[in-house]
Antibody, heavy 122, light 111 residues
Framework: QVQLVQSGAEVKKPGSSVKVSCKAS????????ISWVRQAPGQGLEWMGR????????NYAQKFQGRVTITADKSTSTAYMELSSLRSEDTAVYYC???????????????WGQGTLVTVSS | QSALTQPRSVSGSPGQSVTISCTGT?????????VSWYQQHPGKAPKLMIY???KRPSGVPDRFSGSKSGNTASLTISGLQAEDEADYYC???????????FGGGTKLTVL
């Protein structure tokens, strides 16, 4: 069955960067997209961006443009999200989510990773 | 402030029905039949409950249904059960530039 397994929790200093991974198993990595969605403590879901692994094309929410980079390694079926210039407001759980097909893309997030807590603190 | 507006909380007794609304604009909810709903229990990842306004993924009980009128989408849960108590988020496709927007979430309490 499809699984998305994310890397472990991180504690970062303000101004630094964090890179979170999301390894997919089950299904064909090139047949779907991977989005990143974050959730600050006690808050709602916020879409950050997504990558189409077969094309290597990434798109980002305007709020995160210039600060986030999403990449994918087809050889290991792993997607990455790197967020730079971290500030305390970036403390959140970061989820990867599979867009069920390249066509349906962000319309349907059918599988989610377990989440990675990123804490930004001095 | 989220792009889509949901009530912060709703409640109902077991066996009753509740409806959660999700209001957007003609650029998202009203412009496309691509609204999805996600259920999230505390400390867990979201789970897809409804997609394309009213379609249910395999395994989701038919007690969950979705609809849309104009710029407002709705999720209705009938025959409420204790395990339905969770946060619910709507999500809409928003065009090729913005791509996707979420609602702020609604906490469902089963009394």
């Amino acid at each position: 069955q499809v699984q998305l397994v994310q890397s472990g929790a991180e504690v970062k200093k303000p101004g630094s960067s964090v890179k979170v991974s999301c390894k997919a198993s089950g299904g064909t990595f090139s047949s779907y997209t991977i989005s990143w969605v974050r959730q600050a403590p006690g808050q709602g879901l916020e879409w950050m961006g997504r990558i189409i692994p077969i094309l290597g094309i990434a798109n980002y929410a305007q709020k995160f443009q210039g600060r986030v980079t999403i990449t994918a390694d087809k050889s290991t079926s792993t997607a990455y999200m790197e967020l730079s210039s971290l500030r305390s407001e970036d403390t959140a759980v970061y989820y990867c989510a599979r867009g069920s097909t390249v066509v349906t893309d962000v319309r349907i997030f059918d599988y989610w990773g377990q989440g990675t807590l990123v804490t930004v603190s001095s | 402030q989220s792009a889509l507006t949901q009530p912060r909380s709703v409640s109902g007794s077991p066996g009753q029905s509740v409806t959660i609304s999700c209001t957007g604009t003609s650029s998202d909810v009203g412009g496309y039949n691509y609204v999805s709903w996600y259920q999230q229990h505390p400390g867990k990842a979201p789970k897809l409950m409804i997609y394309d306004v009213s379609k249910r993924p395999s395994g989701v009980p038919d007690r969950f249904s979705g609809s849309k009128s104009g710029n407002t989408a709705s999720l209705t849960i009938s025959g409420l059960q204790a395990e339905d108590e969770a946060d619910y988020y709507c999500c809409s496709y928003a065009g090729s530039y913005t791509l996707v927007v979420f609602g702020g979430g609604t906490k469902l309490t089963v009394l």
